[in-house]
C-alpha cells in the first residue's frame, strides 16, 4: 500500500459499527477500531460543538509542517516500539512512515490469522520464546532462552514473525551462541515445512527435592562399607551422601548441590553400576568446596573426592560423567555443542578464580584422556598433574581413593603435593630430560663423545656425532666426495653405520667402483690406474655387492628434475625409519632445486634449508653431511678456501655443527700432490672436537686416506708449504 505524506484524515460517526470510515483524499483508505481516547500523537479538531451528530474531526498522524503534497523520498531509521520484555523495529522504508496511531490497521493487517498467531506463539513459548508482545511483520529483540544474554543479560535474540502471523524465525547474534531456527503453527512433519520444525528446544533442568528423590540417611550396612573403603561419617554427612531404596535394593545416593541447593543426584548399587536423575543441570560434585578456591583438585569419581578430603583437600570436585575412551581429534566445540563437558561451562564461575588446577584423574588411558580434555578447556597455563604411585614394579595405583586405602592420607597428601606442571607442546624442564643428560653423564648410549673418524691425526679436532650436521666445502677436484666416502666406510667397519646418499654428481656404477674400492682395499679395474695391484675378485666383488646392499641407501630423482630439499629429506626419513640409517650425504649443494618466492632472499632461503636440515638430524639423531662448493674465487693462489666462501650465504657457517675444507697440493714443486689437507674450521661442540689442520694420505689406487707419520717440524713445513 502506497502511503502519501502527511494528510488530514475525515471521518464520519454516523456508522453504528463498531469501525467507523475515514474519509481521505486519495484512493486508499484506513479502518479505524473505536477508541475512546485518542493517543497522545493525534490531534482532533472539532468544527462543531460534540453535541452536533453532524461533526467531522480532522485527526494529523503526524505534525509536520509546510509538507508539500508529494515529498521527496527519504529513508528513515527503524522505528523502535519499546516493550517490558523486548523491543521491535520496522525496517525503514523509501518514502516517510507515518506515526502508528493506536486502534488504526491497514486492510493487509486484516489478513492476519488470529488462531495460528495463536498458536504460533504457544510454539515459541514450548522453546522458551516469549512472543506474546511480538506483533507480525515486526523484528523483535529478546533474551535468548539459550545463553541467556551471557554476563549482561543482553537481548540478543532476533525473532521475527511474519506478515499473516504463521510463520517464525530467530538468531541470536551472541558470538558464542548463534542460536538460531525457525518453525510454523501448523507445520507436521509429513508438512513440507517439516524441515523448519526441527529445532534447538531449551531443556529446562527439573527442580529435585530430597523428598521428591525420595532420599534418606545412610544405613549402618552402607556406612560400614565406606568405612572398609577408609571414609569416615563425618565425611559423608557434610557432603550428604545419602542412600535411595529402589526395588529390593538399596543404593549410595551422590547428592550434587549448588549453593546447598540440591542440583542433580547419582546413584550407584552394590555391583558398581552408575546412573544419573534424568533431566537435571550438569555440574562438578562438590562444588560448593570450591567456591572461593584458588588451587582446585579434579579427580574422576565421587569416591576420589571423598578420599581427598580424608586427606585433608576439601577444595576438591568430581567430574559427573566419567572420563573419555581417548582424546579427541576434532577442534574444540563451542561452548553450546560441548555436551560432553556441559558441567565444565556449567561451573566456570567457579574454576576461573582458581589459579592452579590439580588434575588427579586416574591412571587409565581413558582417565588420561580426561585430563587432556579438562586441560584443553581450563587452559593447560594453570594446570597440573599429579603420578601415582608405584603398586609393584609392573603396575601403579589407580585412583585417589585406591592410594588412600593401601597407603594411607599422608601418601595421598603427598601425591598431591608433588604434582607436577601439565606438559605443554613447546615449553619444557630440564627435569623432563633428567633420563637422557644421566645418559649422556654416564655414557651409556656409546657416542657420547664422537665416534672416531679412523685417522689418529684428525681425531683430535673432528669425530661424528649422531643428529649433528657437517658442512664440507673445498675448492673443485679437491676431493671432497672421495673424503666422505672414506669417512662412510670407517664409520661402517668400526660401528657398522648405515648411511643413504644422495650424489647427484656420481653415476649409480661410478659410485658402486668407489665405494667397493676403498672396502676391499683393491682396483675394481685392471688398467692404468690401478698399477700393478691385483684386481679384485669375483668372489670379494659379490661380497662388495652384498655389502654395498646392506650399508647403503640411494636418494636419486628418477627423471630429469631436481630433487628438493623437502623431497631429500622424506625419502632420507623412511630410510631411517625402513633400513634404520644413521647418516645421511647430500652432494652437493647446487645440485638441488632452489625455486623461492621472488619476496625472498637467497640469504633467508638458505637459512631455511638448512634449519630444515638441522631438524630433521636431531629428531632422527642420523649426522648429515652437506657438501656446497666455494663461489668463484678471485686471484687463488692455491690456498684453501674459508668456509664464508661458501657461494650462497653465510649461513652455511653459521648455522652447521661442524665446518670442514678439504684442500690438496696441485703443484708438485710445492709438495706432494697426494697430501690432503683437512681444516677443520667449526666444532660447536667443545666436547667431540676443535679447530685445527690434518693431513692425510691419498691412495690413488684404491681411493683410501691414510695417516701421515711426521714429526711436528715436517708438519708444520708441509703446512707452510701448501699454503
Same mark, same amino acid.
Given at each position: 500500500?502506497?502511503?502519501?505524506?502527511?494528510?488530514?484524515?475525515?471521518?464520519?460517526?454516523?456508522?453504528?459499527?463498531?469501525?467507523?470510515?475515514?474519509?481521505?483524499?486519495?484512493?486508499?483508505?484506513?479502518?479505524? #477500531?473505536?477508541?475512546?481516547?485518542?493517543?497522545?500523537?493525534?490531534?482532533?479538531?472539532?468544527?462543531?460543538?460534540?453535541?452536533?451528530?453532524?461533526?467531522?474531526?480532522?485527526?494529523?498522524?503526524?505534525?509536520?509542517?509546510?509538507?508539500?503534497?508529494?515529498?521527496?523520498?527519504?529513508?528513515?531509521?527503524?522505528?523502535?516500539?519499546?516493550?517490558?520484555?523486548?523491543?521491535?523495529?520496522?525496517?525503514?522504508?523509501?518514502?516517510?512512515?507515518?506515526?502508528?496511531?493506536?486502534?488504526?490497521?491497514?486492510?493487509?493487517?486484516?489478513?492476519?490469522? #488470529?488462531?495460528?498467531?495463536?498458536?504460533?506463539?504457544?510454539?515459541?513459548?514450548?522453546?522458551?520464546?516469549?512472543?506474546?508482545?511480538?506483533?507480525?511483520?515486526?523484528?523483535?529483540?529478546?533474551?535468548?532462552?539459550?545463553?541467556?544474554?551471557?554476563?549482561?543479560?543482553?537481548?540478543?535474540?532476533?525473532?521475527?514473525?511474519?506478515?499473516?502471523?504463521?510463520?517464525?524465525?530467530?538468531?541470536?547474534?551472541?558470538?558464542?551462541?548463534?542460536?538460531?531456527?525457525?518453525? @510454523?503453527?501448523?507445520?507436521?512433519?509429513?508438512?513440507?515445512?517439516?524441515?523448519?520444525?526441527?529445532?534447538?528446544?531449551?531443556?529446562?533442568?527439573?527442580?529435585?527435592?530430597?523428598?521428591?528423590?525420595?532420599?534418606?540417611?545412610?544405613?549402618?550396612?552402607?556406612?560400614?562399607?565406606?568405612?572398609?573403603?577408609?571414609?569416615?561419617?563425618?565425611?559423608?554427612?557434610?557432603?550428604?551422601?545419602?542412600?535411595?531404596?529402589?526395588?529390593?535394593?538399596?543404593?549410595?545416593?551422590?547428592?550434587? @548441590?549448588?549453593?546447598?541447593?540440591? !542440583?542433580?543426584?547419582?546413584?550407584?548399587?552394590?555391583?558398581? #553400576?552408575?546412573?544419573?536423575?534424568?533431566?537435571?543441570?550438569?555440574?562438578?560434585?562438590?562444588?560448593?568446596?570450591?567456591?572461593?578456591?584458588?588451587?582446585?583438585?579434579?579427580?574422576?569419581?565421587?569416591?576420589?573426592?571423598?578420599?581427598?578430603?580424608?586427606?585433608?583437600?576439601?577444595?576438591?570436585?568430581?567430574?559427573?560423567?566419567?572420563?573419555?575412551?581417548?582424546?579427541?581429534?576434532?577442534?574444540?566445540?563451542?561452548?553450546?555443542?560441548?555436551?560432553?563437558?556441559?558441567?565444565?561451562?556449567?561451573?566456570?564461575?567457579?574454576?576461573?578464580?582458581?589459579?592452579?588446577?590439580?588434575?588427579?584423574?586416574?591412571?587409565?588411558?581413558?582417565?588420561?584422556?580426561?585430563?587432556?580434555?579438562?586441560?584443553?578447556?581450563?587452559?593447560?597455563?594453570?594446570?597440573?598433574?599429579?603420578?601415582?604411585?608405584?603398586?609393584?614394579?609392573?603396575?601403579?595405583?589407580?585412583?585417589?581413593?585406591?592410594?588412600?586405602?593401601?597407603?594411607?592420607?599422608?601418601?595421598?597428601?603427598?601425591?598431591?603435593?608433588?604434582?607436577?606442571?601439565?606438559?605443554?607442546? *613447546?615449553?619444557?624442564?630440564?627435569?623432563?630430560?633428567?633420563?637422557?643428560?644421566?645418559?649422556?653423564?654416564?655414557?651409556?648410549?656409546?657416542?657420547?663423545?664422537?665416534?672416531?673418524?679412523?685417522?689418529?691425526?684428525?681425531?683430535?679436532?673432528? /669425530?661424528?656425532?649422531?643428529?649433528?650436521?657437517?658442512?664440507?666445502?673445498?675448492?673443485?677436484?679437491?676431493?671432497?666426495?672421495?673424503?666422505?666416502?672414506? +669417512?662412510?666406510?670407517?664409520? /661402517?667397519?668400526?660401528? *657398522?653405520?648405515?648411511?643413504?646418499?644422495?650424489?647427484?654428481?656420481?653415476?649409480?656404477?661410478?659410485?658402486?667402483?668407489?665405494?667397493?674400492?676403498?672396502?676391499?682395499?683393491?682396483?675394481?679395474?685392471?688398467?692404468?690406474?690401478?698399477?700393478?695391484?691385483?684386481?679384485?675378485?669375483?668372489?670379494?666383488?659379490?661380497?662388495?655387492?652384498?655389502?654395498?646392499?646392506?650399508?647403503?641407501?640411494?636418494?636419486?630423482?628418477?627423471?630429469?628434475?631436481?630433487?628438493?630439499?623437502?623431497?631429500?629429506?622424506?625419502?632420507?626419513?623412511?630410510?631411517?625409519?625402513?633400513?634404520?640409517?644413521?647418516?645421511?650425504?647430500?652432494?652437493?649443494?647446487?645440485?638441488?632445486?632452489?625455486?623461492?618466492?621472488?619476496?625472498?632472499?637467497?640469504?633467508?632461503?638458505?637459512?631455511?634449508?638448512?634449519?630444515? !636440515?638441522?631438524?630433521?638430524?636431531?629428531?632422527?639423531?642420523?649426522?648429515?653431511?652437506?657438501?656446497?662448493?666455494?663461489?668463484? +674465487?678471485?686471484?687463488?693462489?692455491?690456498?684453501?678456501?674459508? +668456509?664464508?666462501? !661458501?657461494?650462497?650465504?653465510?649461513?652455511?657457517? /653459521?648455522?652447521?655443527?661442524?665446518?670442514?675444507?678439504?684442500?690438496?697440493?696441485?703443484?708438485?714443486?710445492? *709438495?706432494?700432490?697426494?697430501?690432503?689437507?683437512?681444516?677443520?674450521?667449526?666444532?660447536?661442540?667443545?666436547?667431540?672436537?676443535?679447530?685445527?689442520?690434518?693431513?692425510?694420505?691419498?691412495?690413488?689406487?684404491?681411493?683410501?686416506?691414510?695417516?701421515?707419520?711426521?714429526?711436528?717440524?715436517?708438519?708444520?713445513?708441509?703446512?707452510?708449504?701448501?699454503?
Amino acid at each position: 500500500m502506497l502511503l502519501l505524506p502527511q494528510r488530514k484524515l475525515l471521518f464520519s460517526p454516523h456508522s453504528n459499527s463498531t469501525r467507523r470510515i475515514i474519509f481521505m483524499g486519495s484512493k486508499n483508505f484506513l479502518l479505524l #477500531k473505536f477508541s475512546p481516547t485518542p493517543p497522545p500523537h493525534a490531534h482532533i479538531h472539532s468544527l462543531e460543538s460534540r453535541s452536533c451528530y453532524s461533526q467531522t474531526h480532522f485527526f494529523h498522524s503526524y505534525n509536520r509542517k509546510s509538507q508539500p503534497l508529494f515529498a521527496s523520498p527519504k529513508h528513515f531509521s527503524p522505528i523502535y516500539q519499546q516493550r517490558s520484555s523486548g523491543y521491535s523495529f520496522t525496517p525503514s522504508a523509501a518514502i516517510p512512515i507515518p506515526r502508528p496511531i493506536a486502534g488504526v490497521e491497514t486492510l493487509e493487517k486484516q489478513s492476519i490469522d #488470529k488462531k495460528q498467531l495463536k498458536l504460533l506463539r504457544q510454539k515459541l513459548q514450548e522453546i522458551g520464546i516469549d512472543g506474546t508482545d511480538c506483533l507480525p511483520g515486526q523484528y523483535n529483540g529478546l533474551v535468548c532462552p539459550s545463553c541467556k544474554g551471557g554476563d549482561s543479560q543482553e537481548k540478543s535474540l532476533s525473532l521475527h514473525i511474519t506478515d499473516d502471523g504463521g510463520a517464525a524465525v530467530w538468531t541470536c547474534f551472541r558470538a558464542k551462541c548463534g542460536w538460531k531456527g525457525t518453525t @510454523r503453527a501448523f507445520a507436521d512433519v509429513k508438512s513440507t515445512y517439516a524441515k523448519m520444525n526441527t529445532t534447538q528446544k531449551v531443556k529446562q533442568p527439573r527442580v529435585i527435592t530430597e523428598e521428591s528423590l525420595g532420599l534418606e540417611p545412610l544405613c549402618n550396612e552402607l556406612l560400614a562399607y565406606f568405612a572398609e573403603r577408609m571414609i569416615s561419617g563425618e565425611t559423608l554427612r557434610r557432603n550428604s551422601v545419602m542412600q535411595k531404596r529402589a526395588g529390593n535394593q538399596i543404593v549410595i545416593a551422590f547428592t550434587y @548441590r549448588r549453593n546447598k541447593e540440591l !542440583i542433580s543426584c547419582k546413584y550407584r548399587d552394590i555391583t558398581k #553400576k552408575f546412573w544419573q536423575e534424568a533431566n537435571t543441570e550438569k555440574i562438578f560434585y562438590g562444588l560448593d568446596d570450591i567456591k572461593e578456591a584458588s588451587d582446585v583438585i579434579i579427580v574422576e569419581g565421587e569416591m576420589d573426592k571423598l578420599a581427598m578430603e580424608e586427606a585433608g583437600f576439601k577444595n576438591c570436585v568430581s567430574v559427573p560423567d566419567g572420563a573419555p575412551p581417548k582424546v579427541s581429534n576434532k577442534a574444540l566445540a563451542s561452548e553450546e555443542e560441548d555436551t560432553k563437558y556441559t558441567y565444565l561451562w556449567n561451573c566456570k564461575d567457579y574454576t576461573a578464580k582458581a589459579s592452579r588446577i590439580i588434575l588427579a584423574t586416574d591412571g587409565d588411558p581413558p582417565g588420561q584422556a580426561l585430563a587432556e580434555e579438562l586441560a584443553r578447556r581450563l587452559g593447560r597455563e594453570r594446570c597440573w598433574r599429579v603420578k601415582w604411585p608405584k603398586k609393584n614394579d609392573t603396575e601403579s595405583f589407580k585412583d585417589a581413593n585406591e592410594v588412600l586405602m593401601y597407603m594411607g592420607p599422608d601418601a595421598l597428601r603427598g601425591v598431591i603435593e608433588n604434582a607436577e606442571l601439565y606438559p605443554i607442546k *613447546g615449553l619444557f624442564n630440564f627435569k623432563d630430560y633428567f633420563d637422557e643428560i644421566n645418559d649422556y653423564y654416564h655414557q651409556t648410549l656409546g657416542f657420547e663423545l664422537g665416534v672416531s673418524t679412523g685417522w689418529n691425526s684428525l681425531n683430535e679436532l673432528y /669425530n661424528v656425532v649422531p643428529g649433528e650436521l657437517t658442512i664440507v666445502t673445498g675448492v673443485p677436484n679437491s676431493g671432497k666426495s672421495e673424503w666422505i666416502d672414506a +669417512l662412510l666406510c670407517n664409520l /661402517n667397519h668400526s660401528v *657398522g653405520w648405515k648411511f643413504a646418499l644422495c650424489s647427484m654428481e656420481n653415476k649409480v656404477r661410478e659410485h658402486a667402483r668407489k665405494l667397493l674400492e676403498k672396502h676391499i682395499k683393491k682396483p675394481f679395474f685392471d688398467v692404468r690406474y690401478g698399477e700393478s695391484v691385483e684386481r679384485m675378485s669375483t668372489e670379494e666383488f659379490e661380497r662388495g655387492k652384498k655389502w654395498l646392499g646392506d650399508s647403503f641407501s640411494l636418494i636419486r630423482c628418477e627423471n630429469d628434475c631436481l630433487p628438493s630439499i623437502t623431497w631429500v629429506l622424506d625419502l632420507a626419513r623412511i630410510a631411517v625409519l625402513r633400513h634404520g640409517v644413521n647418516g645421511l650425504v647430500i652432494d652437493p649443494y647446487n645440485e638441488i632445486d632452489h625455486q623461492r618466492p621472488p619476496s625472498q632472499t637467497e640469504t633467508e632461503y638458505v637459512s631455511q634449508m638448512l634449519t630444515k !636440515i638441522k631438524r630433521f638430524a636431531q629428531h632422527h639423531s642420523c649426522h648429515v653431511w652437506f657438501v656446497a662448493h666455494p663461489r668463484q +674465487l678471485q686471484n687463488w693462489v692455491g690456498s684453501p678456501p674459508n +668456509l664464508y666462501d !661458501i657461494s650462497g650465504s653465510a649461513h652455511f657457517i /653459521n648455522k652447521c655443527d661442524n665446518g670442514i675444507v678439504i684442500h690438496r697440493n696441485r703443484d708438485p714443486e710445492a *709438495g706432494p700432490v697426494d697430501i690432503v689437507q683437512v681444516c677443520v674450521r667449526k666444532v660447536r661442540n667443545k666436547v667431540v672436537g676443535t679447530i685445527g689442520d690434518a693431513y692425510l694420505s691419498y691412495n690413488r689406487v684404491t681411493g683410501e686416506y691414510m695417516d701421515i707419520n711426521m714429526d711436528i717440524n715436517t708438519s708444520a713445513q708441509n703446512n707452510k708449504r701448501l699454503r
